[in-house]
């Protein structure tokens, strides 16, 4: 059933592909941006396919790989129903949204936002135990600076994913990689 004129039969080996280069963003996307934590990612994927995949240390690079991944997720699934909980339902995608041209709103934002997600980091389980704080969370903030509704996001976290004794919840997922 296979043709060479076929379109789409590569399809899933383009899906495949993209998926290994985009880390973030959407597929075929000029503006993504690349964090440090991009770069480790990357870098981490680079290693894996010049391995042999029967060996063990490619199992070990692609189990870190998937499980840095859905910690990734699972983070960004969090900050998206809190801005769904707080009105934002329409807004969310695009409020998390993060790429080569976002900007800081305001450079006086910039201190205001990085407080704010540090107090997240400390106060809350957000973020799991060992997350390395994201350069892309900071814009987050800032537009929810602008948008007067930074303090109440951190009363909503708060309350959902209160800072419990011990490090991480125990229903939250997969845990970040250490270092």
Do not use: C
Not at 41 to 60: A, F, G
């Amino acid at each position: 059933l296979r043709s060479n004129n076929n379109p789409y039969a590569s399809f899933g080996a383009t899906l495949a592909r993209d998926e290994e280069q985009n880390l973030w963003s959407t597929p075929h996307d000029v503006t993504h941006t690349e964090a440090d934590d991009d770069r480790v990612l990357y870098n981490m994927i680079v290693v894996r396919n010049q391995l042999d995949k029967d060996s063990e240390e490619w199992q070990k690079l692609n189990y870190d790989i998937y499980t840095l991944r859905q910690t990734r997720k699972e983070v960004r699934s969090r900050w998206k129903h809190i801005l769904e909980d707080l009105g934002f339902q329409k807004e969310a995608d695009s409020l998390l949204s993060v790429t080569k041209l976002s900007i800081i709103s305001d450079s006086q934002n910039m201190s205001k936002a990085r407080d704010i997600l540090l107090k997240l980091l400390e106060e809350t389980n957000i973020f799991p135990t060992s997350w390395e704080l994201s350069e892309r969370y900071l814009f987050v903030v800032d537009r929810l600076i602008a948008l007067d509704a930074a303090d109440e996001f951190f009363k909503m976290a708060s309350a959902v994913y209160p800072k419990r004794p011990g490090g991480d919840r125990p229903d939250e997922g997969p845990r970040a990689l250490q270092s």
